[in-house]
């Protein structure tokens, strides 16, 4: 509007096809409505004063609509990074165990195996901690998940070694789990 809507008759002020009523008894629905690249949610409210019927509130949310939908995208993004991730992870373990069967020297086969083991129970962890939530995730469980991984993977032959998760638990993105894990694994 060119002019200052303020005090302007709501006849003039409609964004969709839906009319304003002339009665006072109709309800205080919110519409959004696209306007001039705009989205604009409105809402007209009832007033008690004989000589005004209802007001509207106009609320221009264009730039937050925009900040939700690259929020959705840059989400969807790191959902199939991880999942490329998780697959490559598999991939390298798997290639590892088809490279045993070619390998004659005993050591050579031990260092593939555990190192394959290891992949796996990287892959496993990871994987369990972006299926537990997309937004918040408790450290000690992703810890724990990460030992039980360790332990059934990696850790075959050496049995004689305890892994213990103690502390406090706390609550974290599953971006940031993921990081810790990668970094306790590598530990």
Do not use: W
Not at 73 to 100: C, G, I, P, W, Y
């Amino acid at each position: 509007y060119v002019d200052d809507i303020i005090g302007m008759e709501m006849s003039n002020i409609q964004f969709d096809s839906k009319s304003y009523p002339e009665q006072k008894d109709f309800s205080a629905e919110s519409r959004k409505v696209l306007v001039s690249g705009h989205q604009l949610i409105y809402k007209s409210i009832p007033l008690s004063d004989p000589a005004l019927s209802y007001v509207i509130i106009i609320k221009d949310v264009t730039e937050t609509s925009l900040i939700k939908k690259q929020g959705l995208m840059k989400d969807v993004a790191l959902r199939e990074l991880r999942h490329r991730m998780n697959n490559s992870l598999h991939m390298f373990a798997d290639t590892m165990r088809h490279q045993e069967k070619y390998v004659e020297d005993n050591t050579a086969k031990d260092v593939l195996s555990s190192t394959a083991g290891r992949l796996e129970a990287l892959a496993s962890t990871l994987e369990e901690i972006i299926h537990v939530s997309c937004e918040t995730v408790s450290m000690k469980f992703a810890l724990e998940r990460l030992r039980l991984n360790i332990i059934q993977n990696a850790l075959e032959k050496a049995k004689n070694i305890e892994v213990r998760v103690e502390g406090d638990d706390i609550e974290v993105s599953a971006g940031t789990a993921s990081s810790v894990a990668l970094v306790v694994y590598e530990l």
